[in-house]
């Protein structure tokens, strides 16, 4: 089973706008990754951050964790049509078990 | 090569058919990943290797499902009797080791009918 839930489900923002997407999960996690996923492709990593950081920045993207309320968000500044995508959470859970759990997702459409 | 490669990259299935999902991860990759991923959903493990050792199977669904790495490298992922509750993308990654920055392929869509 997937282990928490992007919030919101699906999101549509105008060209240069903003873009906030929420994470949470259920299990204590040794690191946290946001993966972009375009319509009929694999997934692409994008930024991982470990659960003994609070914010991490890569480009246009920021990504935070508080790891009190399992939970993580992705901000996507100035937003362009290419950032059209889903975006999945991804836990790596403490414990030693080598494998990712994904969240659902949040579907960003951006305006031109 | 530049990236994994998956094949066939669509794949229509009678249901009760046999189907084999191959992956290429990348060249020296020693971890290797199986996801599912169904329709407006996120993907799901369902297996782990590392090298030729299938290390975790937790997520096969059934005994209909497996997966094999027999030298280490290309792997592939074995469906019998496929049902309809098959039908998804079959994601494969690759990392150098664990589960750090997986490298995704373009994923295999099974439609079973």
């Known amino acids: 089973s997937q282990q928490g839930e992007e919030d919101p489900q699906a999101l549509s923002i105008q060209e240069g706008e903003n873009a906030t997407m929420n994470c949470s999960y259920k299990?204590?996690?040794?690191?946290l990754q946001w993966y972009r996923q375009n319509s009929g492709r694999g997934l692409v990593h994008l930024i991982l951050?470990?659960?003994?950081?609070r914010e991490k920045h890569s480009g246009r993207l920021r990504v935070t964790l508080d790891t009190s309320k399992k939970s993580s968000s992705l901000l996507i500044t100035a937003s362009r049509a290419a950032d059209t995508a889903s975006y999945f959470c991804?836990?790596?859970?403490?414990?030693?078990?080598?494998?990712?759990?994904f969240g659902k997702g949040t579907k960003l459409t951006v305006n031109p | 090569g530049a990236g994994v490669s998956q094949s066939p990259r669509y794949k229509v299935a009678k249901r009760g058919q046999d189907v084999a999902l191959r992956c290429d991860p990348i060249s020296g990759h020693v971890s290797l990943f199986w996801y599912q991923q169904a329709l407006g959903q996120g993907p799901e493990f369902l297996t782990y290797?590392?090298?030729?050792?299938?290390?975790?199977k937790s997520g096969l669904p059934s005994d209909r499902f497996f997966a094999e790495r027999p030298e280490g490298s290309v792997s592939t992922l074995k469906i019998q009797r496929t049902q309809q509750e098959d039908s998804a993308v079959y994601l494969c990654?690759?990392?150098?080791?664990?589960?750090?920055?997986?490298?995704f392929g373009q994923g295999t869509r099974l439609t079973v009918v």
């Open positions: 951050i470990r659960s003994n950081e």
């Open positions: 290797f590392q090298n030729e050792a299938q290390l975790d």
């Open positions: 991804a836990t790596e859970s403490q414990g030693g078990s080598e494998k990712l759990v």
């Open positions: 990654a690759s990392s150098v080791l664990g589960v750090t920055e997986a490298f």
């Open positions: 299990t204590s996690i040794n690191n």
